[in-house]
T-cell receptor, first 113, second 114 residues
Framework: ETGVTQTPRHLVMGMTNKKSLKCEQH?????MYWYKQSAKKPLELMFV???????ENNSVPSRFSPECPNSSHLFLHLHTLQPEDSALYLC????????????FGPGTRLLVL | AQKVTQAQTEISVVEKEDVTLDCVYE???????LFWYKQPPSGELVFLIR??????QNEISGRYSWNFQKSTSSFNFTITASQVVDSAVYFC???????????FGTGTRLQVFP
């Protein structure tokens, strides 16, 4: 595998379900990001991790819970989501956080019923 | 405040036409970086270019070229002799010094018809 991978690519879940999104980067980077992309809205930064430490939480509701066990893996745990949470969730990584180029994964398209 | 404006929501062209995607940014910082990304229907954002605020030289990469003008706070992207495979949403983004945020514009959807 090369670059940034995300699983699953598609996910349908009910509002009471618990699921997790996984991201893995094979670039040797130290920083990882979660973004949300909704229809007709700009990309929204959700969380930033640098060397496994969370450095940014962009006022994200607690029903989204990130986890970064090491610099190569990033998870987004989902529970009791709302239909408006349906979106494309993109993971990215960069060498470090400041002004570095971010490389994105293919995203997980989430539908909350 | 930081802001990136891509005023063109959608552009349609016929194959082989040249097309320019506009990007205007706002920043109070003197040191910043500008980026362009391509998002094809598959969803992945593909990095195209990163430009330092101190480097105003225009860049050309194959059919792609970028025109950076600090005087007008613009970083426009031109595709020469467009192809159907260029159909995608293109995002311009800004990053200031000492920040881990990448501020994206709303994107321009380019459709290239055969």
């Amino acid at each position: 595998e090369t670059g940034v991978t995300q699983t699953p690519r598609h996910l349908v879940m009910g509002m009471t379900n618990k699921k997790s999104l996984k991201c893995e980067q094979h670039l040797g980077h130290n920083a990882m990001y979660w973004y949300k992309q909704s229809a007709k809205k700009p990309l929204e930064l959700m969380f930033v991790y640098n060397f496994k430490e969370q450095t940014e939480n962009n006022s994200v509701p607690s029903r989204f819970s990130p986890e970064c066990p090491n610099s190569s893996h990033l998870f987004l745990h989902l529970h009791t989501l709302q239909p408006e949470d349906s979106a494309l969730y993109l993971c990215a990584s960069s060498q470090d956080t400041y002004q570095e180029t971010q490389y994105f994964g293919p995203g997980t398209r989430l539908l909350v019923l | 405040a930081q802001k990136v404006t891509q005023a063109q929501t959608e552009i349609s062209v016929v194959e082989k036409e040249d097309v320019t995607l506009d990007c205007v940014y706002e920043t109070r910082d003197t040191t910043y970086y500008l980026f362009w990304y391509k998002q094809p229907p598959s969803g992945e954002l593909v990095f195209l270019i990163r430009r330092n605020s101190f480097d105003e030289q225009n860049e050309i990469s194959g059919r792609y070229s970028w025109n950076f003008q600090k005087s007008t706070s613009s970083f426009n992207f031109t595709i020469t002799a467009s192809q159907v495979v260029d159909s995608a949403v293109y995002f311009c983004a800004l990053s200031e010094r000492n920040t881990d945020k990448l501020i994206f514009g709303t994107g321009t959807r380019l459709q290239v018809f055969p």
